[in-house]
Structures are given as C-alpha cells and as structure tokens.
C-alpha cells in the first residue's frame, strides 16, 4: 500500500530547477515548475536513461541533459515526435510541504 | 464571443499550410470550412512524379489525412467545387449548392496546365499534368498505349516525360525553345541535360511548334503534327507547357486580378475581408509555381488571420531542382546574366559537371549546376543572404570546404551514396531512412528532418548532406532558412542578434525581463533560449546582471562534464599544460581515494578524472586544491604550449610563458561557445596553433596571431590576422578579438562561425586597424573578468546543488 511521504519543503527545490530524491526503488527526480507546481518521475530518460533531475526545466517539461528528449513532467510522456514514458510519481504539496506517494 | 468564420477556397499545399501556421498562432479564433475540388484530403503535389515514375504511391502522399481536419474541428466539403462569391452577404457556394457563410474568406484556387489553344486538344488522350487524376490518366494510358508526346521540356515536362518512360511507353518530349528548361538553364547545361536523358531513352524535337493534334475515329488522339508539316505518332499527349494561375472564381466576384490574383505585403486582395495565397495570386507582379514561397506566403497570411498583424511578404527567390532519379541539376537566382554581371564558370563536358555562378557587386545573384549539386544549398543560402563573397572568390566556384567533415566515410555528395549507407554517424541515421521519412511525414524543411529523423541533429557536420537529401527529394520546395533573419529558436521569432541588441539598449537584467520586454512566446523560455539569454544578459552587463544557475546546462551548473551514466569528469586547471610533482601527488591521492578507475591525458595538456559521482565533487574539488579547468563549460578551456625557446633547440620564443599569462589573463572567461588557444614557439607549431581558436606561433622578430580555427565538427584552418612584436601586445589582440567574438557571436556559435558570417577584414578592421576599438574591447573584456570566481572554491559552492534528498 503506498503512503505519502513528506521529503523536502517546497523552498527547497529551486524554480525552475529539481531535486533528487534517493529510494530503495531508484532515484526519483523532482521538479518545480515556474508557477511552483511540483511534479516528480523517476529519474530515468526514456531514451538512454539520462537522469532528468539534471535537465533544463521550462514550461512543463523538462530537457534530458544527454541527449536533448523534451519530457512532460505532468505524465512523463516524451514530446513528440520521440515516443517513451519516464514513470510518474504521484506528489503534493501541502503547507509549503513536499510530499511524494510511494 | 461568438467564434468568427473563416471559409476557404481551395484545398492545396499552400492553404493548408496557411491554416496549419494558423491553428499554431491561435487554436480557437475560426470555426473554419473548407472546400476542395479534388476529392482527396490535402496532398504533397511535388510528389505526384515519384509515384508517376512508380517511386511511390498515392496513399504516401497525403500530407493531412482525415483525421487531422476532424481534430481541428474543420468542416471539409471534399469533391465541391466553388463556383460564387456572394460579397456583400459573404456568402460562398458551390456547385452543387452547398453554401457557407464567411467573416474572411481564403482563396486558395491554385492554378490550371495551360492548354494549347490548337485544333484537337479536346480529343480523348490529350491531358495537362497537374493533379492526381491526371497522374493515374497517365499511368493508366502506359498500360494500354506505346507513343507518348509531352510538349513542353520545363521541369514538369521532363519529370512527366521520364515517369511515362520507366512505364515502358516510347516518349518524345517537344519544345518550342533551342533548349531544355530555358527558364532554369543556360545552353550548356541543358545540352548536358539532354544528352543525358537521351541514354535514358527519352527522345528530344526542340523548335517545334504544334499545327494540330490529330485523332482517329474513336476520338482518342492518334498523332502530333507540326508547322513544318511533320508529324509523329501519339496515343497520348501531356501538354506540360506552363501554369495560369486560376482566378476565374475571383474574377467572377469582381475581385481585381492580373495574371493572378492581386494581393498586396499581407496577402490580402482587394476585398479586406478576402485573402489569397498559391499559385492563383501575383505578388508585386510575380506568381509563383514552387512550393517554397507558397508557405512563405501561408506564414505571413496566418499571422494576418490571426490579427497578430506583423509579417510582411516580400517576394522570394527560388531555386530549382530536377527530381528525375540519377540526374543532378540544381539553379538558382538570376543566372542569365547582365552587362553588369560577372560569371565563373567550370565546364568539364567528359566529365559530365558544370558550373556556373553569376555575381553582381561582389555579391552572388545566381547559379547553375548540373553533375556535382553539392554546393548548391551553400549557394542558394549566399544569394539569399546577400552575402558579399569577395573574400573568397577565388574558391568560390570550388564550394564548401569539407575539408574533416567526418562520420559519413567522406561523402560529400549525397546523390552518390546508397539507400543504406549512413548520413548521420552520431545518431545512425542513414540515407534511406531520411528519404523514406521526408517523403511520407512530408517535411520540407531541415528543422523538420532533425526532428523527425535526428539526422545532422547532434553534432551538425553531416548538415549539408542533409540539406541535399532533402533538396534531391522535394524538388524546387526546399528553401534554407535565410540566415539573417533565422529566429533564436521556437519561443520566439526574433534573431540573435534582435535580442542581443535590446538587452544591451534596453539594459535588461535579466532572463524574465527579456522575455516581458520581447513578448517571448513560452511562459519561460527552453532549453535552446535560456542558456543563450543568460549567457547575453551577462554578457552586456558585466557584475551587474545575476547569473541564473537554472538556465544554464547542467555541466556549467555542476561545474564538471556529465558523461553518459550520469557520473562527471573533473579536470583541473594545468597552466599552460605546466604541472608539478605534489599537484600530481595530490591527483593520485584523490584518485585512490574516491576509486577512480579511469584516469585520461587530454588532447589539451591536462589530465581527466572520470566517474565521479555528482555528490562527490566538491570533496573531490578540496582534495585536489586546484583551481577548475572549464573542461565543461561554454568558456576558455585550455591554452596549449610546446616548451618554447628555454628548452627546445630549434624555439624561438617562450611560448610555455607566453601560454600561461594567456591562461592566467583569461581563464574564467565565459563565452558563446568553448575557446581553445594555443602558443607555439617555432614555426614548427608542435602545440597546433593552426586549429584553435586563437593561434600564437612565435617567430624570430616576435609572434603571429592566427585566429578563428577548429579542430572538431568542422576543421578548419585558422587565419592570420596580426603579427605583433611583444607577449603584452598578443594578450591584448587576443582579449579584444575575443571580446568581439563574445559580443557579437551567437550562442554555440565558435569563431569559425562568427568569422565566417562577419569576414576577416571585418575583425581586422576592428580589432587591428582601429588601435582605440581594441583597447576598449579588451578594457571591456577585462572589467568582465574582475568578478568572475572560481567556481570550485570552496566558498562559491552552491551545497544544494550537490545534496540529494531521502524519504
């Protein structure tokens, strides 16, 4: 059964940037948009595996620093015309508070 | 609000990609109809030869299939043909009564094959080439019939002509010119033309003019009969012989027409609710039959529709190139000539290549090829630019230097590999994958290929391959991007150089205010434009402007280079390539320490600690206790010496000194690209200078300067620019180059790129004849570095950036 966890305050991540959660499940990234939306994948690129934590984020998609995929961070779907799927994460953010469902 | 209507005539190329610009601009603003005479969605009409010539086949043509008008919710009236326009109820109707109502109407009509006013050209068998229906007329007379006649040797003809013969039918082509496509070639190409063609079969009778078609008594053509009284056999007849642009719908609405009809910059007639793009509109005089001004014009006629209200259409120039398999003809421009007019020419009639290039001031207008194509996009590109070609004039006709163009086993001319033979060696992209590709997703510009196929997407040296693929696929639609007003990328439709002059006039600070200030089109930019605009935001305001780390790549965030496994590599600072025992000492120790497996000499006299972990490398910074190297960063890397005049017996300056003020002068420096420099101390250059970006050789009498090299993607040898007499001389021709180049170069360009599109005299006139221009650009470059900070010292480290989180 999945729980929510809380990992970091909202401040903590930077806008427009990302933090790397570290589970026994892989490494998830997690991105703050430039409205201060949070959204989290885990962090493997479709394509090659690049980790995307480490990508420009603009709008409400992130770049994979390897290789250049544009990834939508709403559902992970790589933007087209690339096909591929990072797998989401469900997270929230209550009270300034960070919180992932795993 | 109710949506407004918008209604359009025609169902073509040119409409539907005015339509597709359109939605892009704004999704909701029409509920849009559309009617088409042809019952087919939109298709790709420059392909109608390959599926003639049996290359491919009606279905791989279609450019937007059903679907794409029900996504867009647009109501598509197919096989309806407009016949009124009622004006002042704007009302339209078609044939069969179907009416609809518009606020702005889009006559979109096209053109019809003009047909010889003689005597049986009603007869069964007698066709113009110009639409699917006419193309399957063809291929089903191939079937049944021996004698073909197209009249009319243009490009239409003789792609028509070649199509019915690999149908096996027997094929004359006639023309009333002395030569073959009079409007794209001189004599003596188009003699090469047909020539060539004749080994394919393909018969020739230039300077015939038709008397009369002649029929048998079933009503089908039966034969040709000429002035001179000749006659040959035909059992079908294409007339190939031109276009009229069709405006009889617009005519009948009292719409002004004149050989087209009339449209002003924004396409629009003479009726301000009415609007027209194709080939059924004159432009300032011109109508055009290619497909490239065609989107020219749908691009400027969306942003009208969409009350954006900026573009302008100007005119375009065009290109042509003969899509018949095996034969390589490219022109452009105006090449026949003028009295004030020069030509270059390269005539090799065994060998089966000429070339012709016709210049005006110093500036190329035109060009004619026929055998080796290669260089024609880099042509079309100069005589689109304007570019001034005095400089190199002298290999002008020789083409691009492809001089280390590596990846595609030295192929530098595409129509001479195979299907399966690779393009693009980064991405594995070979050549008929990106055919295939162009073909059925339709694409018709480079960007789109990158897109589609990632060919010439990374490294960009099998770019003009590319280029010439898809020139050698669509035909006449292919138009390079006109560098000069080439947008920074999709956020925005402003250049480089737009942006960098309103952020310095505008003293905008920082990334936000840029994209208030120039109405940036995505809420925060992408990964192509932010990078470039911080990188320019620092640039014009020096230790004014904040760095924004979240717009930078993550290397230049990291500060170490990012491999493939996610791990950096670290390299530190050598000065000059200079170590000594302990900073060696201290690598070792780092290495033991944190388990380096890998551990690599640099090309640049450094040395390369790889598979760090990201955590890890501020520790990995503090063990070593040097300063960074920019290994990763868009920023001067390394300068590279030989051991100069103290040790070596053939040196004659220091250059391990000279290399290491240089590091010391410029390290730290950021730029829009990496910069690699080099010292040597002799003329024997063991230290490469000939290939950097800045290039020292010492000489007896002082040091030379060479400048704008590169050894990578594109290698390219660096030229002299200066020769100077002392080491303090050299740092500051060196910084005031470089300031220039960091002033006015665009992001990821190298020097190479700059110099090319600015010209040497140029950096010498602002850098060597004007002595005050240099001291300010090197005072500039100097107040710019005060600031900058070692990035790998411990107190400039930005913790978070290194600490991940736990659940």
Redesign the interface.
């Known amino acids: 059964m999945d729980n929510w966890h809380q990992v970091t305050t909202l401040e903590d991540i930077p806008l427009l940037g990302s933090r790397v959660v570290v589970t026994e499940q892989g490494d998830i990234a997690l991105f703050r948009t430039g409205e201060s939306e949070v959204f989290a994948l885990y962090d493997q690129c479709p394509h090659k595996g690049g980790p995307l934590s480490q990508g420009i984020v603009h709008g409400k998609k992130v770049t994979c620093p390897l290789h250049g995929w544009n990834i939508g961070l709403e559902d992970g779907q790589a933007v087209a015309p690339d096909v591929g799927c990072a797998r989401k994460v469900d997270s929230k953010v209550v009270g300034g508070h960070v919180f992932l469902k795993l | 609000m109710k949506k407004m209507k918008l209604v359009m005539v025609g169902n073509g190329m040119a409409g539907v990609r005015t339509l597709e610009e359109m939605l892009k601009l704004t999704p909701d603003m029409y509920d849009i109809t559309v009617f088409g005479a042809e019952p087919y969605p939109n298709y790709n009409r420059i392909m109608l030869s390959p599926v003639l010539a049996g290359e491919q086949e009606i279905q791989d043509i279609i450019l937007n299939d059903l679907d794409w008008y029900a996504q867009h919710n647009i109501t598509l009236h197919l096989g309806k043909k407009v016949v009124r326009i009622d004006r002042r109820n704007k009302l339209v109707y078609a044939e069969d009564g179907t009416m609809a109502e518009y606020d702005r109407l889009l006559l979109t009509t096209g053109s019809n094959p003009f047909i010889l006013p003689v005597p049986g050209k009603e007869l069964e068998g007698v066709i113009g080439y110009r639409d699917i229906h006419d193309t399957n007329a063809m291929i089903d007379a191939a079937e049944k019939y021996k004698h073909a006649v197209v009249i009319g040797g243009g490009l239409l003809g003789l792609e028509a002509a070649n199509g019915l013969a690999l149908r096996g039918m027997d094929v004359t082509v006639v023309h009333i010119m002395p030569w073959l496509m009079e409007r794209q070639l001189d004599k003596d190409s188009a003699g090469m033309l047909q020539a060539s063609l004749e080994t394919k079969g393909l018969k020739f009778l230039l300077e015939k003019q038709t008397q009369e078609l002649v029929g048998g008594a079933d009503g089908r053509v039966t034969a040709i009969r000429f002035k001179d009284g000749s006659e040959i056999p035909a059992d079908l007849v294409v007339m190939a012989v031109g276009i009229r642009p069709n405006t009889a719908l617009a005519e009948s609405a009292g719409i002004y027409c004149n050989r087209g009809i009339v449209v002003n910059d924004t396409m629009q007639t003479y009726d301000p609710s009415i609007y027209a793009v194709g080939e059924c509109v004159s432009h300032r005089g011109t109508a055009y039959g290619l497909v490239a001004p065609l989107f020219d014009m749908g691009k400027v006629c969306a942003n009208h529709l969409a009350r954006m209200g900026i573009a302008r259409y100007q005119g375009s120039v065009t290109s042509t190139k003969l899509k018949v398999t095996g034969i390589d003809l490219f022109s452009a421009g105006d090449f026949t000539g003028n009295e004030k007019t020069e030509e270059i020419v390269l005539h090799d009639a065994a060998g089966g290549v000429y070339k012709k290039l016709v210049l005006q001031n110093d500036k190329l207008v035109g060009a004619v090829m026929y055998g080796d194509t290669k260089d024609g996009s880099w042509y079309f590109q100069m005589i689109r630019d304007g570019k001034n070609v005095a400089e190199i004039r002298d290999h002008l006709l020789f083409g691009q230097s492809h001089l280390g163009n590596t990846g595609h086993q030295g192929q530098s001319s595409a129509a001479a590999m195979p299907d399966e033979m690779e393009v693009c060696g980064c991405n594995g992209v070979c050549k008929g994958s990106i055919v295939k590709a162009i073909k059925a997703q339709g694409l018709f510009t480079l960007e789109e290929v990158r ?2 196929t990632k060919a010439s ?2 490294c960009g040296s099998c770019t003009g391959l590319v280029e010439q693929i898809l020139a050698s696929t669509v035909g006449g639609a292919y138009t390079p991007q006109l560098n000069a007003t080439k947008p920074m990328c999709g956020c925005t439709e402003l250049t480089h150089e737009e942006v960098r002059k309103a952020i310095s006039q505008e003293k905008l600070l920082s990334i936000p205010q840029v994209m208030q200030f120039l109405s940036w089109t ?6 192509s434009c ?2 470039a605009l911080n990188y320019y935001v620092l640039c014009a305001h020096p230790r004014v402007a904040r760095d924004d ?3 930078r ?3 230049e ?2 500060h170490g280079n ?1 491999q ?1 496994d ?1 791990t950096f590599s670290v390299i530190p600072r050598m000065w000059g390539g200079t170590t000594t025992a302990a900073q060696l000492r201290r690598i070792a120790d780092v290495a033991d320490k944190y388990n380096i497996s890998a551990i690599k000499v640099t090309g640049g006299q450094r040395i390369d600690l790889l598979g760090i972990k ?1 955590e890890d490398l501020p520790k990995v910074w503090g063990d070593l206790d040097m300063p960074s190297g920019h290994a990763y960063a868009k920023a001067l890397r390394t300068v590279k010496t030989c051991v100069g005049s103290e040790w070596c017996r053939f040196g004659v300056q220091d250059s391990t000194q000279l290399g290491i003020a240089l590091e010391e002068a410029l390290w730290k420096m950021y730029a829009p690209h990496k910069v690699k420099i080099a010292v040597s101390g002799c003329p024997r250059n063991c230290a490469e200078s000939g290939i950097k970006d800045v290039g020292v050789i010492g000489v007896e009498s002082g040091w030379e300067i060479y400048v704008a090299g590169n050894g990578g993607i594109k290698t390219e040898v660096a030229q002299f620019m200066v020769k100077v007499k002392t080491s303090a001389e050299v740092l500051e021709y060196a910084g005031a180059f470089l300031q220039l180049y960091r002033e006015e170069a665009r992001y990821l360009d190298r020097t190479v790129h700059y110099v090319e599109r600015v010209g040497l005299d140029y950096v010498k006139q602002r850098v060597v004849e004007d002595a005050a221009n240099r001291k300010e650009l090197y005072g500039r470059l100097q107040f710019a570095l005060q600031d900058e900070k070692d990035p790998w010292a411990k107190e400039n480290i930005n913790q ?1 950036e290194f600490e ?4």
């Open positions: 897109k589609h997407a990374s995505t809420p925060n930019g992408c990964a932010r990078p780390p979240q717009s790549f993550i290397n965030r990291a990012i493939k996610g990201k978070r991940t989180l736990t659940v």
